[in-house]
């Protein structure tokens, strides 16, 4: 049987019940407190991460069964446990977790996508790092296996998974070039470990690819832009190269020929996070090692503001807007 703790039974959250813009967030106290199944437990969130993809499943680019409360990763605090819940997860424990639901006071999480945070982060960096970190680390693990000396191009680099790429690239000694919109924000991928940056605004990127690589172009480019810079991208790979697209912040990219990949031999990936990290154990070995890298390598945690929860609005407009930069978090 599940183990009975003093929990409300109603609590704040943000719904949507049709997809549209930021108008259909609907800010509700009275939602129900969920129960936590076999395999689960009940986290009282402290810090909710926003992610693009909850402006995807707003939007309706993304399908998804209405009502639902969005949100995909927080961190907080175990407040119960459901039945055959295992004895490394105990009421009190702070962790941060990856499941659906998360703009709320409380979410049942599944034990088999929820880790426990070392104490020696500061409160609101499981939130901040987990479902971005963990994205950034299954893209040069597995969509392209970085090697020291390669060279890389990161889209939006000062965003919050363009961050992330660039202190994993650091550490493992690729060359990376970055790209983004202003100054301030080009300063702040180079803190991050960009060794080169674009102002995609400005300057020619493809030109300036070239020109930093000596002709011979990049291994690979992760694109979360999308539309706009596709097909730049296919003009910037060195032969053999890899376009790893993860967003569509310009927009979706429309339908390719596959011929179009042939001229130089290149590989065209759309992955998501989740089919990296499909079993428990894959899981659990990718946040164990984001949580190493953050306490051992002091990678830095860009929080760009922490919204109270009833203005989750505001928040999609800041990031739609690219008025961010690093991670937005929400405050239950």
């Given at each position: ?305 922490v919204y109270p929860l009833q203005d989750a609005a505001r928040a999609h407009v800041d990031l739609e807007g690219r008025k961010t930069t690093g991670k937005l978090l929400l405050k239950p």
């Amino acid at each position: 049987m599940a183990a009975t703790h003093d929990v409300r039974r109603t609590m704040k959250g943000v719904e949507v019940s049709k997809t549209g813009g930021v108008e259909v967030l609907e800010y509700k106290t009275d939602l129900p407190v969920p129960t936590p199944k076999e395999g689960e437990v009940l986290v009282k969130n402290d810090f909710v991460g926003i992610n693009y993809i909850d402006i995807y499943i707003r939007s309706g680019f993304f399908p998804s069964p209405k009502p639902e409360i969005l949100g995909r990763e927080a961190e907080g605090h175990i407040v119960d446990v459901g039945p055959q819940c295992p004895p490394q997860l105990r009421v009190g424990d702070r962790v941060a977790y990856m499941a659906n639901g998360t703009y709320a006071e409380y979410t049942a999480t599944p034990v088999a996508r929820t880790a426990l945070v070392p104490e020696s982060l500061p409160p609101s960096y499981g939130a901040a790092a987990l479902l971005q970190g963990i994205t950034a680390l299954t893209l040069i693990r597995e969509s392209y296996p970085v090697q020291p000396g390669d060279w890389i191009l990161v889209h939006a680099a000062a965003g919050g998974v363009g961050l992330w790429l660039c202190q994993h690239l650091r550490a493992i000694g690729a060359k990376t070039i970055g790209t983004a919109s202003t100054t301030s924000k080009m300063e702040l991928a180079r803190a991050n470990g960009a060794d080169y940056m674009i102002n995609y605004t400005n300057e020619d990127v493809v030109a300036k690819v070239n020109e930093i690589t000596g002709g011979e172009g990049v291994k690979v480019v992760y694109d979360g832009v999308g539309k706009a810079t596709f097909d730049s991208d296919l003009e910037c790979l060195a032969p053999k190269g890899s376009l790893i697209s993860i967003g569509s912040a310009s927009g979706p990219v429309p339908p390719v020929p596959i011929l179009r990949l042939s001229a130089k031999n290149l590989r065209l990936m759309r992955p998501t996070v989740y089919g990296y990290i499909v079993t428990a154990e894959e899981f659990k070995y990718y946040a164990e090692e984001l949580f190493r890298f953050m306490v051992e390598e002091k990678f830095n945690v860009q929080v760009h503001d922490v919204y109270p929860l009833q203005d989750a609005a505001r928040a999609h407009v800041d990031l739609e807007g690219r008025k961010t930069t690093g991670k937005l978090l929400l405050k239950p």
